[in-house]
């Protein structure tokens, strides 16, 4: 087997099957994987058919049987994209009605709706959408916080969540050999999860603390690079003056000024006088 035929198979390999449901996507993972090496159009063609189901070669059937084989691969991509693809209207649909957090991280929730929400809604409509999905108690503790970033803010979400995971992970074990609905349980599922969001709170509070004492240092350090700044400035002036000023003046004149007994020429103390 040539080193050809191995990579034929190893690029193969890589290719999954088309994605009905993200069809960019999948056009966009192919094209990655294949483009390196550097294939002909109808050669791309070739893999791009040997991916697709059999309701999906029925929709190139007329591309795939002609006998003009110019741009075949390109055609066939745009005729799938015209089919499955969702419209705008409906991937906003999507975003604003079908997504819910469910099991999900919250970081893949938003990776989620990102991709409906591209180049359609701003940012931050998108993060109003996003919190919308999250629990009372994580939006509340999300609201004191300074962090405009996104992907920040996902992050330290999903750490309380996991934190709610375990807790309730916790309540569950607790709460063997009761019903879910008794008052001890009920007792405990609200203990739990007030410890849960206070600490989520206590945490929140430190990292912005920190992140103003940050800020307040960076802040010292520019006023005493630029105070520094300033003083040589007026060092350096005043010293300009003083040699301007003492300058072709003798050392006797220089050191007793009016009081020197003895003169060395050159000399101009007498003429600065006048002046």
Not at 210 to 237: C, D, I, N, P
């Amino acid at each position: 087997m040539t080193s050809e035929e191995v990579e034929t198979i190893s690029v193969k390999a890589r290719i999954p099957l088309f994605w009905h449901d993200q069809p960019s996507l999948w056009f966009g993972q192919f094209e990655t994987v294949v483009n390196p090496q550097k294939p002909s159009e109808e050669a791309k063609f070739s893999l791009m058919v040997a991916h697709l189901e059999k309701m999906d070669v029925e929709q190139i059937i007329d591309i795939n049987m002609s006998k003009d084989r110019t741009g075949r691969y390109e055609e066939a991509k745009k005729r799938l994209l015209s089919v499955y693809e969702e419209s705008g209207a409906r991937q906003l649909h999507k975003l604003l009605n079908d997504m819910e957090l469910g099991d999900q991280k919250p970081s893949q929730l938003l990776n989620r709706m990102r991709e409906p929400a591209r180049e359609k809604v701003p940012d931050a409509t998108l993060q109003m959408l996003w919190l919308q999905r999250l629990s009372i108690s994580t939006r509340a503790v999300l609201a004191v916080s300074e962090q405009k970033s996104l992907d920040v803010l996902a992050a330290m979400t999903d750490k309380m969540h996991k934190q709610a995971t375990e807790t309730q992970t916790v309540c569950s074990g607790t709460c063997k050999g009761h019903s879910k609905s008794s008052p001890l349980c009920a007792r405990e599922q609200k203990m739990h999860g007030e410890l849960d969001l206070r600490d989520a709170v206590m945490q929140l509070t430190k990292e912005i603390a920190e992140l103003k004492v940050q800020r307040t240092m960076r802040a010292t350090h520019r006023y005493r690079r630029s105070a520094h700044s300033r003083s040589r400035s007026r060092s350096t002036g005043r010293n300009n003056n003083y040699n301007r000023t003492t300058r072709d003046v003798c050392y006797f004149h220089k050191r007793f000024g009016e009081n020197a007994r003895n003169c060395r020429s050159p000399c101009n103390y007498g003429k600065r006088r006048e002046n």
